[in-house]
């Protein structure tokens, strides 16, 4: 057993859970009252939770969940690791400061020299490290001004597919119409969007090799070409491993011709690790497959070991702007950064981005067996513990790779079936077919065998119901 496996904790073990019907508890009917219609995730997973620990969650209702969602990827080490609940505790009876704004301490030092000491060489010796708000979009809304600044051009290039947050800046560079739709006009309008190699769905229709040689040749035509029409950006911004846009990897070969046509046009490339990052994928930075150096990372959710913090690290050639040129309250939270800190050398420590190999590839062996028996799972894909399933229609039309179209009316059926089943997964990807598993780095092989099992189940049901 590693010792991941032998230092999680756990909640006392559960049989899966009977089918249920969900309750409406008093808490889940005042939320509903009392929140904004724009709450998600509790229309989808109607649970008031109650009490965590490792991967399991349970609601007030005493029932227990396997947490395949783990905070969107917030939670590294899953709920209330002991490592990360000792660093916070730490701070609280050393009586440090809990709001410096950007003031230093000796734990924000000590987190910028763990932070800088997971970086690939290449960046590690040019960075520079901006501590922005609590939340990813703010590290993509910091890097964005960060870019225009140091190379004096406005628009940049983002991607079919993409999502970097929800704030105006961020949004615009979304790939999704759905949320921005509503709005009208965007503020930022200065972005032109990319085809993403996308292998199931090649937007080339060629798939492979050839699919991942004309989007490089695409490229570095629109680059290069002065009849294009588009103006040299002052950044492309892409996901190594796109997550809301359904689990897709980027092919390494691929990131590897993008870095080099950025490089060559003195376009700065921005990678959001933020939710990809902390050996979700098997490294320790998903751009790390690929063996490139970007110009700019945005990082948060497991950087603050579950509790809010984001920040930009890049190369100390963009480092133009001035003194306030970007700033925030919420940017010195020391718990957060004791808690990070905690996570970083656990990481390290116990190797969990192995572990996240290890356990993805059980992961996915699993889910590639039902595969073989369920024609519906057209697509099974991801790095790590980052992976996604396409759910299709074995009775449509294929498109042009002769792959079966999407089976929006299925996701949701089987999302209800698992949480039936006592187990959380997310939804993402075009018309929102594709299962998403993002779970904590620490679940055991144990684990990974019981949340296939409940899987499996929940889609034998829903292809029933």
């Known amino acids: 057993m590693s010792s991941a496996s032998r230092l999680a904790q756990v909640l006392p073990a559960a049989e899966p859970q009977a089918l249920y019907e969900f309750t409406d508890s008093p808490l889940l009917l005042r939320q509903q009252q009392q929140e904004s219609n724009a709450r998600s995730y509790p229309r989808r997973i109607p649970l008031a ?7 399991y969650l349970e609601d007030v209702e005493g029932r227990q969940f396997l947490d395949c969602l783990a905070g969107a990827g917030t939670l590294a080490l899953g709920h209330n690791h002991p490592v990360v609940i000792e660093a916070i505790q730490r701070v609280l009876a050393d009586e440090l400061p809990l709001h410096t704004l950007d003031l230093t301490t000796p734990v924000k030092d000590r987190f910028v020299q763990d932070l800088f ?13 901006q501590f922005c708000g609590p939340t990813g979009t703010d590290a993509v809304e910091a890097a964005l001004k960060l870019v225009r600044i140091a190379t004096g051009r406005s628009t940049v290039m983002s991607f079919q597919g993409a999502y970097h947050g929800m704030s105006q800046g961020a949004l615009s560079l979304m790939g999704s119409l759905g949320p921005k739709r509503a709005l009208g006009a965007l503020l930022n309008n200065n972005v032109q969007f990319l085809p993403y190699p996308y292998d199931y769905r090649c937007p080339f229709g060629l798939g492979g090799e050839a699919g991942v040689r004309a989007n490089l040749h695409y490229l570095e035509t629109l680059f290069s070409d002065p009849e294009a029409g588009v103006q040299l950006p002052a950044a492309v911004i892409v996901e190594a491993v796109q997550g809301e846009g359904g689990m897709i990897p980027a092919d390494v070969q691929w990131l590897r011709g993008l870095r080099r046509i950025t490089e060559q046009h003195g376009v700065a490339l921005i990678v959001d690790e933020i939710q990809s990052g902390f050996a979700r994928t098997g490294k320790m930075f998903a751009f790390e497959h690929a063996g490139i150096v970007p110009d700019v990372v945005t990082l948060s ?5 579950s509790l809010p913090l984001a920040v930009v690290v890049y190369r100390d050639w963009l480092d133009q702007w001035g003194p306030g040129a970007h700033a925030g309250t919420f940017r010195g939270n020391q718990m957060a950064m004791a808690a990070g800190s905690a996570v970083m050398n656990y990481l390290v420590e116990h190797d969990l981005a192995a572990h996240a190999e290890s356990m993805g590839q ?5 889910l590639r067996q039902l595969q073989r028996d369920y024609p519906q799972l057209g697509d099974v894909r991801g790095r790590g513990l980052m992976l996604g399933v396409e759910l299709v229609d074995p009775n449509g039309v294929p498109d042009a790779l002769g792959h079966p179209p999407i089976c929006p009316l299925l996701a949701p059926k089987v999302q209800r079936e698992c949480l039936r089943r006592g187990l959380i997964i997310e939804l993402g990807g075009r018309h929102g077919a594709v ?9 055991t092989a144990e684990q990974v065998d019981e949340v ?3 899987f499996g189940d929940a889609l034998r049901a829903a292809l029933v119901g």
């Open 362 to 366: 059980r992961l996915c062996a699993h």
């Open 301 to 305: 959710k497991a950087i603050g070991g």
């Open 117 to 129: 000491g997971l970086l690939p060489e290449g960046l590690r010796r040019e960075a520079k490290i």
């Open 49 to 55: 939770l109650k009490r965590a620990r490792g991967i």
């Open 452 to 454: 296939a099992e409940r």
């Open 435 to 443: 299962v998403r598993f993002l779970p904590p780095l620490i679940i």
